[in-house]
């Protein structure tokens, strides 16, 4: 059965990874992995941290590059590696340009379509943008829907999927966590290793989306600065986005503030055992709040809207918004009120047993027919 694995991004290789050594470890499995590399350098990380080599790499990345762009070069790319490799079926993970333009070219060629971490939804068509979109629009051609939870199942059959198509199979991220998380793990930069996270309450900030540059991003950051002036035992590690703007807005309000450590960004390896070792996160991005609950570490949402309602139900994670006020105030309370915090770092973790690849590897197996000669 030929397989064929496309991602572009680094946190979906993070979470095809797992998928990618379960098949390799099935002899019925002809895989073949196609790299789009709509991120390059972030993407290069991880395929050297889980020893993958892409079969095809499309190396579509280019500065300055639009959505636009990103799609037509992906989708040109992949109807030639569909048609060199003739997949039976292809298999794409999450919301990126790259998802969707996979499962297009699938589409167009009449390749069963397996959508790994199906079925999220903000409700807001432009947030996150643009990845609600594409994780709807890739949904409509979906073959088999790889549903992380109960609650990513409910959203497709509220939007009229077949039942018997959506399987339930916990989130590929736990899986690869398992891998990579070292208690007596070193960093590179030695600013990291002498932070004192014993002592120290420690919060990780990550902050990125386009939808908060601007105002709602300066209200997030002023926020955590006013935090570390009234909490002198806290302090915040940024591993500051690329983005320019973002950068930009991160120095403009850190810029005279104690405490604070604006630091380059980090592969996965690094950036999930920093994570293991702070007291708390504070994020926009959606791949975190599923791994710093199955790392016992609170999650504060800095969004409108989350795709991951899951985490925000368990109590693992809070939706706080981008109102500066609303982001103090709850940073504030987790590092003062240890019943607060320990109720949110004790929830149980609702993305699953960390065997979510092997469960879409036997689900492939089982429902995935041969091409007749």
Not at 3 to 26: C, D, H, Q, W, Y
Not at 139 to 147: K, N, P, Q, S
Not at 175 to 182: N, S
Not at 301 to 330: M, Q, S
């Amino acid at each position: 059965m030929k397989v064929l694995v496309i991602f572009g991004t680094r946190p979906e290789a993070v979470k095809m990874a797992p998928i990618i050594k379960s098949l390799k470890n099935e002899e019925c499995f002809d895989t073949k992995i196609c790299v789009t590399a709509q991120h390059r350098e972030m993407l290069d990380q991880v395929l050297r941290i889980f020893e993958i080599r892409p079969d095809y790499d499309l190396n579509i990345f280019k500065n300055g590059q639009t959505l636009t762009e990103i799609t037509c070069r992906a989708l040109m790319g992949l109807e030639g590696v569909i048609e060199d490799f003739k997949p039976d079926i292809v298999l794409v993970q999450g919301d990126t340009s790259t998802v969707f333009s996979g499962a297009l070219a699938a589409f167009y060629h009449q390749v069963k379509i397996g959508h790994v971490e199906a079925g999220l939804r903000s409700g807001n068509l432009y947030s996150p943008y643009p990845e609600e979109a594409n994780r709807k629009l890739t949904g409509v051609i979906t073959d088999f829907h790889f549903a992380p939870t109960v609650t990513s199942k409910e959203n497709l059959l509220k939007e009229g999927y077949d039942e018997e198509k959506i399987y339930i199979t916990g989130n590929t991220s736990i899986d690869a966590l398992k891998w990579v998380i070292d208690s007596n793990y070193k960093f590179e930069d030695e600013i990291l290793n002498d932070i004192d996270f014993e002592n120290k309450k420690v919060i990780l900030l990550t902050s990125h989306r386009r939808e908060n540059i601007g105002e709602p991003m300066e209200n997030i950051f002023s926020a955590i600065r006013d935090v570390l002036q009234k909490n002198p035992d806290a302090e915040v590690i940024y591993p500051m986005h690329l983005n320019p703007k973002v950068r930009e807005i991160a120095r403009d309000v850190f810029k005279h503030t104690n405490g604070v450590y604006l630091i380059e960004p980090l592969d996965y390896l690094p950036f999930t055992n920093l994570m293991s070792k702070c007291y708390l996160v504070v994020t926009d991005s959606g791949g975190v709040q599923e791994e710093a609950p199955s790392l016992g570490k609170p999650v504060l949402v800095v969004r409108r809207e989350t795709e991951r309602p899951e985490g925000i139900e368990a109590g693992t994670a809070k939706l706080v918004g981008t109102e500066k006020d609303a982001v103090f105030n709850e940073i504030d309370i987790l590092l003062n009120d240890d019943l607060e915090y320990k109720k949110m770092a004790n929830a149980v973790n609702p993305y699953g047993d960390g065997k979510a690849a092997e469960y879409i590897v036997k689900i492939i197996k089982d429902n995935v027919r041969l091409k007749e000669n």
